[in-house]
């Protein structure tokens, strides 16, 4: 059973940046689509950014094109989210999940989820 651990999430400013990781253990990232998702105070759990095991293929929600990127390192099977010109409304719990999915944006797609970091982006 694959276990997710996320972390990197805390307390920064606007325009800030930070970098989450969420690593990887019974199952091999390379293998498998991950996601990220978000989920604000008394909000759904939206879609942010997710990775195909072919590294070439990455999809975006629109409210983060250009300002996150997803990557990932198959040497320590992890797979990171850097996240620059953080806003007020990025603020939100973050989950990666992982699943074997073509629908990349939608969350009861993925099989296996982490617990979650928080971020919280001040103005």
């Known amino acids: 059973q694959v276990q997710l651990v996320e972390s990197g999430g805390g307390l920064v400013q606007a325009g800030d940046s930070l970098r989450l990781s969420c690593a990887a253990s019974?199952?091999?990232?390379?293998?498998?689509?991950t996601g990220w998702f978000r989920q604000g105070p008394g909000k759904e759990r939206d879609f942010v950014a997710a990775?195909?095991?072919?590294?070439?293929?990455?999809y975006y929600a629109d409210s983060v094109k250009g300002r996150f990127t997803i990557s990932r390192d198959n040497a320590k099977n992890t797979v990171y989210l850097q996240m620059n010109s953080l806003r007020p409304e990025d603020t939100a719990v973050y989950y990666c999940?992982?699943?074997?999915?073509?629908?990349?944006?939608?969350?009861?797609?993925?099989?296996?989820w982490g617990q979650g970091t928080q971020v919280t982006v001040s103005s």
């Open positions: 990775i195909w095991w072919t590294e070439s293929s990455q």
């Open positions: 019974g199952r091999t990232l390379s293998s498998t689509t």
């Open positions: 999940a992982v699943g074997r999915v073509s629908e990349v944006w939608r969350a009861g797609a993925y099989d296996s």
